[in-house]
């Protein structure tokens, strides 16, 4: 049976007998919601590579060692023109559900955990979030320094956010609020990240150390899979809301349910 979840002001599951049943508005499966937020980059960056390789081949692969590559790093086929528009479209409109998101994760979670681990977790994924924001408005070609310490604050809170959730999973495994098997998956995402993240790190440092061609493509094929790795980490974590439902409710409701 699917629980219903408010994003206004309650997470709390409700019977189909509550008061006010009838004048709630449902809006989506909080699952849709998760897989939208999901979809947009994920398919901004696939439109963006496609039109990249059409468009800007050559452009797209430059680096300053002039080297051979053979695949374009995100960052740079989203300082294309009209790359950069789609990229930044899509995230827009990905943000607003992304908070939807926080904001019910919250509101879910302070009910079944009343400890502080609650709303830090929120707080590093909306750091998270933020940095992320930033770093596709700003392209390395529109300003290349807030565009690197906002890619940097983006890999550090994602890493944070991923070590904070999973141990916040293992204190809700302990209240049955999740499972043993998504905590698994959680935690394999997670490791996926750490080493994708550590990988890239390092072939981005030798590309620029030693220039080897076809260096740079690897780091953007990982730089890739960081992204795919940490959307399927998004929707492991949406995973134990997957039977709640969005609604909207009058605002008397609210006065007479939190009295």
């Known amino acids: 049976m699917e629980k219903e979840g408010v994003i206004s002001m309650s997470a709390m599951p409700l019977t189909s007998g509550s008061a006010g049943h009838r004048d709630r508005i449902y809006l989506m499966k909080f699952s849709k919601l998760s897989l939208v937020s999901n979809l947009l980059p994920a398919a901004a960056a696939l439109v963006c590579t496609v039109v990249s390789f059409l468009v800007h081949f050559d452009s797209s692969l430059y680096t300053h060692c002039g080297v051979t590559n053979f695949l374009p790093s995100l960052s740079s086929i989203i300082s294309q023109t009209p790359e950069k528009y789609v990229w930044k479209s899509a995230m827009a409109l990905h943000f607003w559900p992304r908070i939807m998101i926080m904001v019910f994760y919250y509101q879910a979670n302070r009910l079944r955990d009343t400890s502080l681990w609650t709303p830090a977790v929120e707080l590093v994924f909306l750091m998270e979030l933020c940095s992320l924001m930033v770093l596709s408005v700003v392209t390395s070609a529109d300003n290349f320094s807030i565009h690197r310490n906002a890619f940097f604050a983006f890999v550090f809170f994602a890493a944070l956010h991923k070590l904070v959730r999973v141990q916040h999973s293992r204190r809700l495994l302990l209240r049955n609020y999740t499972t043993l098997r998504r905590l698994h998956k959680k935690m394999v995402a997670a490791a996926l990240f750490f080493v994708s993240v550590t990988a890239a790190a390092l072939l981005y ?7 080897i061609p076809g260096l740079y493509s690897v780091f953007a ?7 795919a790795i940490n959307l399927t980490f998004h929707n492991l ?12 409710q009058p ?9």
């Open 237 to 248: 974590v949406a995973s134990d809301f997957n039977d709640h439902l969005i609604y909207m």
């Open 251 to 259: 605002p008397e409701y609210y006065a007479m349910y939190n009295s």
């Open 221 to 227: 094929l990982l730089e890739y899979l960081v992204v």
């Open 205 to 211: 440092y030798l590309h620029n150390r030693y220039c």
